[in-house]
């Protein structure tokens, strides 16, 4: 039995998902401005966005120093999570949250497959592999 994850072309990918979501790009938010992993408040999102505030009172365990949260739980705490001396970062950070598509939470756990930061798992490898086969 091959690795589907071996097999995974993850240069190709990334070079995919930069040019079809432009977002995985980005430093300042999204998947490559935080630690790869879950949003630590639901635990059901990736981790996309840092509100520099202190963290939220739900977090689903102690805070990490690089906890953060994913695009719903940030929308939810709005401008609020933030301190107020960055007030326009948050509206900014909120409003670029809003405009992600649909599918950004599978598009950046598949970036972080691509960068090595996370192991694929088989249905991510082949979710992968259709996307750089065009399908
Ligand atoms: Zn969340
Ligand atoms: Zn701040």
Request: hydrophobic letters at 35%.
């Given at each position: 039995m091959s690795?589907?994850?071996?097999?995974?072309?993850?240069a190709a990918l990334?070079?995919?998902?930069?040019?079809?979501?432009?977002?995985?790009?980005?430093?300042?938010?999204?998947?490559?401005?935080?630690?790869?992993?879950?949003c630590d408040?639901?635990?059901?999102?990736?981790?996309?966005?840092?509100p520099c505030g202190p963290p939220p009172a739900d977090l689903s365990g102690p805070a990490t120093p690089d906890w953060a949260l994913g695009r719903r739980c940030a929308v939810a705490a709005g401008v609020e999570g933030w301190c107020d001396g960055h007030a326009d970062e948050a509206a900014e950070a909120i409003a670029w949250l809003q405009a992600l598509p649909v599918e950004a939470d599978d598009i950046a756990r598949l970036w972080w497959i691509a960068t090595g930061e996370v192991r694929a798992t088989p249905d991510a490898?082949?979710?992968?592999?259709a996307l750089l086969a065009g399908s």
């Open positions: 690795d589907p994850a071996v097999e995974l072309d993850r990334r070079r995919f998902l930069r040019e079809r979501y432009p977002f995985v790009a980005e430093t300042d938010h999204g998947p490559q401005a935080v630690a790869a992993g879950e408040r639901c635990g059901h999102e990736p981790r996309m966005v840092q490898a082949r979710r992968a592999r």
